[in-house]
């Protein structure tokens, strides 16, 4: 008989009662308004959270950045299943990052979804150290923290515009160069990636025996925070008719 997935109640009797010394006031006001969105959910969605309880059918992948100010059910204001989110620093797109690489097969092949967006947004840290990285000489091909070894390939792409630049760039436009030609980048690592081409190609899932999945399009937008919008750089792409 196989696991379910769905229906199945949990009981967290055993963790009520006593109080937790380690939650401070910053998680005990999490858990707090987080009553509150579920009294709300209860008493105004109470079908979605019967039809969610059975399972999830996403149409979007969302691939963002970690950064807490880009939360994207917050910015986009959906409810629970609207969006598959894979987030990383830098919102990159790696070909060798099996978590990542696992999420979107997930998302594609089982769930379904139709469109991936890579998202980037302004005044990202990892923007910043990348730059930061490619200002004294071409950066190394690895680096001691787990950070710098992740981002190696921004930083080397920061490394490139700067010696492409035909004059120097400001940190400002430098930043924001480096912000929108990343979600540029992300976007055709993830056309050359193993499970967009498998898609476009037989679109057969590696996930459920015999199902041919919808073929998805790709897009690129970037989140400004100092205004909360999302600005779509109109650069998606189809399938290959
Ligand atoms: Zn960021």
């Known amino acids: 008989m196989p696991f379910p997935t769905s229906d199945v109640n949990f009981d967290f ?3 009520m009662g006593e109080v937790n010394p380690l939650l401070s006031d910053v998680l005990t006001s999490l858990l707090e308004r987080n009553q509150k969105f579920a009294t709300g959910l209860e008493r105004d969605h109470r079908e979605l959270l019967k039809t969610l309880s059975k399972g999830q059918k996403p149409t979007v992948c969302w ?3 970690s950064d807490s100010r880009v939360p994207e059910g917050s910015v986009c204001q959906t409810y629970p299943g609207e969006i598959f989110t894979i987030r990383n620093v830098a919102n990159q797109w790696n070909e060798k990052d099996d978590s990542a690489a696992a999420a979107l097969t997930f998302a594609i092949e089982a769930l379904g979804v139709e469109d991936v967006i890579i998202v980037g ?3 990202c840290g990892g923007v910043s150290a990348a730059i930061a990285g490619a200002s004294s000489g ?5 680096a001691s923290s787990s950070l710098g070894r992740y981002l190696v390939p921004l930083t080397k792409h920061a490394y490139q515009i700067k010696q492409e630049a ?3 760039l400001s940190p400002p436009a430098f930043v ?3 912000t929108t030609e990343n979600v540029k980048k992300q976007l055709e690592n993830l056309k050359a990636s193993e499970v967009i081409q498998r898609n476009w190609t037989t679109g057969e899932s590696t996930l459920v025996p015999g199902k041919v999945c919808k073929k998805v399009r790709l897009h690129g937008w970037v989140h400004d925070i100092s205004t909360g919008k999302l600005h779509d750089l109109n650069v998606s792409v189809a399938p290959p008719s």
């Open 176 to 178: 924001k160069k480096l």
């Open 63 to 65: 691939i963002g950045c």
């Open 13 to 15: 009797s055993d963790s």
């Open 166 to 168: 035909t004059e120097e």
């Open 121 to 123: 947004h302004t005044s």
């Open 138 to 142: 071409p950066p190394a091909e690895t």
